[in-house]
């Protein structure tokens, strides 16, 4: 799977800005897609989730009503539109591709088992 990333650039905080990702080498419409952050010296968290059966989303508490994923499977592209952007979302943000829910004590975690990763998009938010 080849995941190309795209839509990052630097904008204010209040911005918005729509991220895009193209996918090649798989059915993309039987696949889930998500998205992920890496800030300056922090690991990489989970951003969103979008599932292929049934078209369900989930998002992480931090940006929560502030982001959409959505899904166009006849353009094989993942979106994430981010809207009131903050200064603490500045970060990489990378597409995933077929994500593994699955659940960690009493948490809903995203597992990457085979590493389909985008290259990433930089995203900076001035205050």
């Known amino acids: 799977v080849q995941l190309q990333a795209s839509g990052g650039g630097l904008v204010q905080a209040g911005g918005t800005l729509r991220l895009s990702c193209v996918a090649s080498?798989?059915?993309?419409?039987?696949?889930?897609m998500g998205w992920f952050r890496q800030a300056p010296g922090k690991e990489r968290e989970f951003v969103s989730f979008?599932?292929?059966?049934?078209?369900?989303?989930t998002y992480a508490d931090f940006v929560k009503g502030r982001f959409t994923i959505s899904r166009d499977n006849a353009k094989n592209t993942v979106y994430l539109q981010m809207n009131s952007l903050k200064p603490e979302d500045t970060a990489v943000y990378y597409c995933?591709?077929?994500?593994?829910?699955?659940?960690?004590?009493?948490?809903?975690?995203?597992?990457?088992?085979?590493?389909?990763w985008g290259q990433g998009t930089l995203v900076t938010v001035s205050s």
């Open positions: 979008s599932s292929w059966r049934g078209g369900s989303t």
């Open positions: 080498g798989r059915t993309f419409s039987r696949t889930n």
């Open positions: 995933a591709a077929d994500l593994r829910p699955m659940i960690v004590g009493n948490d809903l975690e995203y597992r990457n088992d085979f590493g389909y």
